[in-house]
């Protein structure tokens, strides 16, 4: 919590003193990233309950419910769907930096890429996973941006060699007054715009250490080289309890759709 | 025997309206058995045809790399130069050697997109693959399109370019000229693209051309960032094709036994294998040594359940056309009983009465089915000359080519004649051998 305060006071501090249009250095631009993952990380286990909307161009929309589990001091996640009826039991769980797929109707266990789709939506492992931006990229402000009628500072994080990411560019939209990022864009390897993210809502939790946990309550994915397609995920009910072990296996995973 | 054949021959011609009805009968479903044949022939002469210029060689080498244990399992020859010299060395009957990177992504146009393999290609090596494509016309996959047929198969492999097939460009709504969009996943994990023109829609070959498309084997590199030593799979073609059982097992155990991983031989096509692969816990690299036998493998199995219907279908029929010689035999006996006992009167044996009435049966058998054998014969060729068009992409899936396609051969026609003829002597031999057990006396004596 005094990390978070510290860096806002860093932050607010090289706000007052700069002019309105002045350039954050390269430090503040990661100050402000690593406070986009402070703010996000909760310390302890995470519960979540899921609802992911697809709508994809020529097929029906389709609304799944799942529900995420998180131990980000282990780097463990478990989503597992619960509905529709048809989806309901399948899963995933990362361990290690495996990410494997389970589907109950035939009973196996996959490997996945960890830049998988969830499934089959825009969305990402990585949407429903602690924030891992300082970690993973380099950041280099690129200016202020109106976003609507939000002052924003506009973002441009590369990835860091070898780092695990989906995108290896990425651009982001924070907001000037209360550090919230509102959007995100993220680019392919050859340049084009693959995503872009509108992160409208912010809620907080607090955790067992009474620190505020930042959740965004919506995330508006939209999927730029399919034009047309766009997911919609919306987070409730989030809970900062300690979890069991036993979260984070194959076998629990299995059980839920005995 | 000479006499035999000849009072068979005129007993036929005597009760000439049964015979004809039974001739018929046999000449029908010898006809449709040899067209049947010439349909699971033409299959699998297309799937022949189809998997050994789209989708493999004779025999293939695919690799098999993962970076870690965790990793997936990628396609991937990490380095073409180390094996092509030992494959070349290992079986010097090697024809040509074709090197392939394969992708997998999504293809995005304005309006549609699919997920399939991308084959990376080198045009200078593919004149076979030129060869076997044919560009479809417009009607194949475009709503109101004619029978003009646009694009260029000389221009298959082009950097920056995809040739793709007709079911694809109806659901990507695409026509010659337009852009689409590879996208993928680097073997890093990072996410990346690539603007595509197409310049050329092929006809559709079945299930194959369900999943494949060309482009050239540095877009592949560029998409997937690979090492430019890296390929996907060595296609072998071989002096001769009937070595490749043979070439295969040479390969993979010399291979082997120079320390290279060589995976287990699959029935079955080498993609089929990478979600195990992937789920194992090994790094590095392994090679797959297999056939275009396995490559083909979903069209086998469509082969198989071809022939198993058409021998259900016409085993059925056989079961008619036995009952139909026995009764006709039945019928022939009862009204030359008093004929057979005159005979064995003045001394003629019990095995030369069965023989001739199996000898009547026989020729019976033999003049029906093979009049029926040629008219199939005949009629699968001029259906097969015609090259007549498949009506629904599921005829296309099943019979492997988008014109029906019929292949006749002559070992197929006498195998079948000989079956019909048998099974016609074999349907006699019953009534026959009541025939020739018969007492003479009782049998002159006996009133029709």
């Known amino acids: ?258 | 025997m000479g006499i035999y054949v000849k009072v068979a021959f005129r007993n036929l011609l005597q009760a000439r309206r049964r015979s004809l009805l039974l001739g018929l009968a046999l000449a029908s479903v010898s006809m449709l058995l040899v067209f049947l044949m010439a349909i699971s022939q033409g299959m699998a002469d297309s799937l022949l045809e189809t998997t050994t210029t789209l989708a493999s060689g004779h025999v293939n080498v695919h690799g098999f790399y993962k970076p870690s244990t965790n990793a997936v399992a990628w396609p991937i020859i990490e380095d073409e130069k180390k094996v092509r010299p030992l494959v070349e060395e290992i079986l010097p009957d090697v024809e040509r050697v074709v090197s392939r990177a394969h992708g997998w992504g999504k293809i995005v146009s304005e309006t549609g997109s699919i997920v399939t393999s991308v084959t990376g290609i080198l045009p200078e090596q593919e004149d076979r693959l030129r060869e076997r494509l044919t560009l479809a016309p417009r009607s194949a996959y475009m709503e109101g399109g004619g029978d003009e047929v646009v694009g260029d198969v000389s221009r298959v492999g082009e950097p920056g370019t995809i040739f793709l097939f007709a079911n694809q460009a109806r659901r990507l709504k695409v026509d010659v000229g337009d852009t689409v969009i590879l996208a993928a996943e680097t073997s890093g994990g990072a996410a990346n693209s690539v603007d595509l023109t197409v310049v050329g829609i092929g006809r559709d070959l079945g299930m194959v051309t369900n999943f494949i498309s060309f482009t050239h084997k540095d877009t592949i590199h560029q998409v997937y960032q690979l090492k430019p030593e890296a390929t996907g799979s060595l296609l072998l073609y071989l002096d001769d094709i009937e070595r490749t059982h043979a070439a295969r097992k040479e390969l993979a155990d010399a291979l082997a036994s120079r320390e290279l991983e060589i995976l287990e031989h699959l029935d079955q096509p080498f993609y089929m294998r990478m979600d195990a692969l992937s789920n194992q816990r090994w790094a590095g690299q392994r090679y797959d040594v297999n056939t275009w036998e396995a490559e083909g493998a979903h069209g086998k199995w469509v082969i198989t359940g071809f022939q198993w219907i058409s021998y259900f279908l016409v085993s059925i029929l056989v079961l008619i056309i036995v009952v139909g010689v026995m009764n006709t035999m039945w019928m022939s006996v009862r009204e030359r009983t008093p004929e057979i006992g005159t005979l064995r009167a003045i001394g003629m044996g019990r095995s030369r009465v069965l023989l001739l009435f199996a000898t009547e049966a026989l020729i019976l058998g033999l003049l029906a089915s093979g009049f029926g054998a040629g008219l199939g014969a005949l009629f699968a060729s001029i259906l097969d000359a015609a090259r007549i068009p498949l009506p629904s992409d599921a005829a296309k899936t099943v019979l492997m080519s988008d014109t029906l396609r019929l292949s006749v051969r002559l070992d197929q026609i006498v195998r079948s004649v000989l079956v019909f003829t048998f099974v016609a002597g074999a349907a006699s031999l019953y009534p026959a051998s009541r025939a020739a057990r018969m007492r003479p006396v009782t049998a002159i004596h006996h009133v029709g």
């Open chain 1, 1 to 258: 919590m005094s990390t978070v305060r510290t860096r806002l006071a860093a932050i607010a501090l090289v706000l007052l003193f700069a002019s309105p249009a002045a350039a954050l250095t390269d430090e503040e631009a990661l100050e402000l990233i690593k406070l986009q993952d402070e703010r996000q990380n909760s310390v302890g286990d995470y519960k979540a309950l899921v609802f992911i909307e697809q709508k994809e161009r020529n097929k029906n929309d389709q609304v799944y419910e799942a529900l995420v589990y998180r131990r980000d001091v282990t780097d463990k996640m478990v989503i597992l769907f619960v509905r529709p009826k048809e989806e309901a039991g399948k899963g995933y769980l990362r361990v290690d930096k495996n990410l494997f797929f389970y589907d109950p109707t035939v009973g196996k266990w996959e490997r996945r890429t960890e830049r998988d789709r969830i499934g089959g939506t825009t969305s990402r492992r990585q949407d429903f996973d602690r924030s891992r931006l300082a970690e993973n990229f380099n950041v280099k402000w690129l200016g202020e941006e109106k976003l609507g009628k939000l002052d924003t500072h506009k973002l441009e994080l590369r990835a860091k060699p070898g780092a695990d990411v989906a995108f290896p560019v990425v651009h982001l939209w924070i907001d000037k007054a209360t550090n919230n990022l509102l959007k995100r864009q993220e680019f392919a390897l050859s340049g084009r715009l693959m995503r872009t993210t509108f992160l409208p809502k912010w809620f907080t939790v607090k955790n067992s250490q009474g620190k505020d946990v930042w959740v965004p309550r919506e995330q508006r994915i939209f999927d730029e080289v399919e034009k047309g397609n766009q997911t919609t995920v919306v987070i409730r009910q989030v809970e900062l309890q300690p979890l069991d072990d036993s979260y984070f296996t194959k076998a629990w995973l299995e059980a839920r759709s005995r």
